[in-house]
């Protein structure tokens, strides 16, 4: 009765173990993420070796660099990774920090704000727009693949967004 009741309890806390979307990553450190808008595509990169590569879906208005806040771009251009959300509304998330010095200077000739809350995150929710392409801004994978990219990517990590 107590190896029953010993193997029983393993095997629940097995299983809530895997329903975790904290995930532990013990391979090479990715030192820069490439994303390119054009192809639709990001990498986690450790130096010139591809890792992993993503399908993404970006702003709703992909073409050219963000410039002002409202516009459905994703900004182009060198960032790094400023902050990492467990709480996400979209599962999980992981900050970009735009926008820089450049970004700033750009809106305000606009006589515009440059927007933010820029992030890498997972999948739409329902009440999203629909189509490829239906962030604010942001970087989005399936819910499956952010929490490989959120237990691979560490704060601090560069990311160079491309047209």
């Known amino acids: 009765m107590k190896r029953r009741l010993f193997l029983s309890g393993a095997a629940m806390a097995f299983l809530a173990s895997c329903a975790s979307k904290f995930r532990t990553y013990n391979g090479p450190e990715v030192t820069r993420i490439v994303v390119m808008k054009g192809q639709r595509q990001m990498y986690l990169m450790h130096n010139d070796e591809v890792l992993k590569a993503y399908e993404i879906d970006l702003g709703f208005a992909p ?15 060198a960032y790094y990774i400023d902050r990492r959300n467990p709480r996400s509304d979209f599962h999980l998330s992981l900050g970009i ?67």
């Open 97 to 163: 920090s735009y926008p820089n010095e450049a970004d700033v200077a750009r809106a305000k000739t606009l006589g515009m704000e440059p927007g933010g809350d820029i992030f890498i995150h997972g999948a739409r929710r329902r009440k999203d727009r629909k189509g490829p392409d239906w962030t604010a801004g942001c970087i989005s994978v399936s819910n499956r693949e952010m929490e490989d990219v959120y237990a691979m990517v560490r704060q601090g990590t560069q990311i160079d967004i491309f047209p």
């Open 63 to 77: 073409a050219g660099p963000k410039q002002i806040r409202g516009d459905g771009k994703t900004p182009e251009g």
